[in-house]
């Protein structure tokens, strides 16, 4: 049950030690996509040496067209466990069928994007699984659904999950989805599973991505989820709303900075 009245207690979700929902502040950052060996190492490093402590890429790519790059796949999960062994960092990578889930044997956390969020039948297959899921929150889901997903997770024995706010669609087209920084503090009084915020798919926009990261931290988020790229210019994927290593070392060193301040609840 995800439920704080049954479970007072926080979750902690540990991914080879690195904890989530003790307190801690962790940062998982990497770029949309994986596109090369060389740009997968290359990130991997950079971010590691600006302060994340967690890696993400795509492999599998939810996309919106058909005609759009959809990832490396199979090779996709090969050169991110390649990024794991070069910089050490844990790896988080999407599932999006139950039928690759072989594929992940290795990965650290699965991730479910907004878009299975209520694929109920994959969810119910993670929760067969040890493994920490990352559980992203539906395009327009209530928060009530958002915990229901969680729940069927848990129900199978996986209590592993972290719930991700990524902004929700609403009549605001000038960003990508619409923050809702309040589904922070509501989650936090709401559940005892550790809360992150992904400010890069929330807004679209790279330039928005530090406020809004300031914004979750200051709002009691347990961690970020940000967009990274080599050369976000030419990125195959998301790339307007991807930092530069450089930009996000600015992020997560404010980030830092404002962390004694944040809302505790
Ligand atoms: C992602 O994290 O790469 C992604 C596709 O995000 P979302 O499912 O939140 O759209
Ligand atoms: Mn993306």
Redesign the pocket.
Known sequence: NANRKFHPDSTVVDINGVKLGDGNFQIIAGP??VESEEQICQVALAVKEAGATLY?G?AF??RTSPYAFQGMREEGINLLLEAKKVSGLPIVT?VMDISHLPLFENVDVI???????QNFELLKELGTLKKPILL??G?SSTLQEFLMSAEYIMAGGNNNVIL?E??IRTFETSTR?TLDLASIPLLKSLTHLPVIV?P???TGIARLVKPMALAAAACGADGL?I?VHNDPAHAL??GAQSLTPEAFKDVADAVKAILPYSFKG
Do not use: I
């Open positions: 949309c996509s993400r795509g790519k939810p999407e991730q479910v994007g907004a878009r299975n969020m992203k929150r395009l991700c990524r902004g989805n992904d890069s798919h929330a989820m967009e994927c998301d």
